[in-house]
């Protein structure tokens, strides 16, 4: 399990595309929101760091996401 920190003032996009997301790599499910943070628990076997990598190539690629600005970090990245 790791725990990711999505970050944008726009939450909802993310919390709408990672919330239920589910491939042959990760499963997110959404936690809670904090200012515009929002946190999830996702269950993979890549580390934290090839997790965030991993879904900050993912929300790129949707609809709107190459143009909105956002940040995707493991859990503790911020201390």
């Known amino acids: 399990m790791v725990k990711l920190i999505m970050s944008t003032p726009m939450a909802d996009k993310i919390i709408g ?9 990760i499963s997110c499910k959404f936690i809670e929101k904090k200012g515009i943070k929002s946190y999830f628990e996702c269950e993979t076997e890549m580390s934290p760091e090839e997790a965030a990598n991993y879904c900050k190539s993912l929300f790129k690629k949707s ?7 956002f940040s995707i970090q493991p859990d503790g990245f911020f201390g």
């Open 63 to 69: 609809p709107g996401g190459a143009a909105l600005y």
């Open 17 to 25: 595309f990672f919330d239920g997301y589910k491939d042959d790599k």
